[in-house]
Every structure is written in C-alpha cells, then in structure tokens.
C-alpha cells in the first residue's frame, strides 16, 4: 500500500495537471451528465486559486523590492525588465489570441438577441484618465484583497514598502 501513495506522490505536478485535463475531457466526452453534476469541483478550484492570488503578489513585491535593499537603481532597473517582459509576454498572447480568433471565428452564426439602446447604453460607461486613476488607489488593502483588484494590490504593496523604507521609525 505505502509503494502506490509514493509512486503518486512522485508524479509531477504538471503530470497531474495533464491528468486532470485528460481526465475532464473525456468524462465531458463520455459522460457529458455526470461532467455537469461536478461543476462544483471546477467552482472549488477555481476559488482555491483566486484566493492565493492576493497573497502570493503582495508578498512577491514586498520581498522582491526590499531584498534590493537600498539601491533603488536596482530596483528601477528590475522595474524596467518587468515591464518589458510584461509588454512582450502581452504582445505575444495578443497575437495567439487575434490568429485563434481568426482560425475558429467564434460568434460566427450566433444572432444575438437585445435592442440597440443596451448597447448604448454600455458605451456610455466608457472610464476616464481619473476614473482610473481613482480605481488605483483602494479604500482599504482588505477591500483590494477580496475582490481580487490585482493591481490596487499592487499599489498597496509599494505603499507598504516605501512607508516601511523612507519614513522614519
């Protein structure tokens, strides 16, 4: 019996993941009832993850800023590499979105059902440079934390290290 649990425990967790998905689709393939009535599995999942979203950020940025200790030029300079990686990591999904958008044209045959004034009327909702730039900053970190606004988080983050860093103590 101990010889089964280890062989399982040393699968990767990639190899899992891979597992999972097969699995998921074939249960979807074969037993399309039975794959609906464990949508809640998907639902746990899903919250697991949202959950350590906040988190793992908060303290990536925390820890990564404050182990550059006081050279900010250290800091700028990750800053920059983040945002480059983030601009071409971005740029590359955005083309794979756009060809498998071409590829597969979703929506395509789709009639949808609604009058032109619903549509108005979320084009009116459009945000503004200080509708954004109020979305920013947060009302309290707890707030930011559980409904996800990663990036209020983020701007909490560099608050809580540049109090902790330049105010005195």
């Known amino acids: 019996m101990g010889t089964i649990f280890q062989r399982l425990r040393s699968i990767s967790l990639t190899s899992w993941i891979i597992i999972a998905m097969v699995a998921g689709v074939f249960i979807g393939w074969l037993f399309p009832e039975f794959g609906v009535s464990l949508k809640f599995l998907s639902t746990i999942f899903l919250r697991m993850i949202k959950s350590i979203i906040v988190p793992i950020i908060f303290g990536t940025l925390v820890v990564g800023i404050a182990g550059?200790?006081?050279d900010m030029k250290r800091v700028g300079r990750l800053a920059l590499k983040s945002l480059i990686y983030f601009e071409v990591v971005t740029t590359i999904a955005?083309?794979?979105?756009?060809?498998?958008?071409?590829?597969?044209?979703p929506g395509v045959g789709v009639t949808?059902?609604?009058?032109?004034?619903?549509?108005?009327q979320l084009a009116q909702n459009t945000p503004t440079g200080m509708g954004f730039l109020e979305h920013v900053v947060p009302q309290s970190f707890f707030e930011a934390a559980s409904r996800n606004e990663v990036l209020q988080?983020?701007?909490?983050?560099i608050l809580f290290f540049w109090r902790a860093r330049v105010l005195p103590r």
């Open 68 to 70: 550059h200790g006081d």
């Open 94 to 105: 955005l083309f794979i979105g756009l060809g498998a958008a071409n590829l597969v044209k």
């Open 112 to 120: 949808i059902q609604g009058t032109a004034d619903s549509g108005k």
């Open 153 to 157: 988080v983020v701007f909490f983050s």
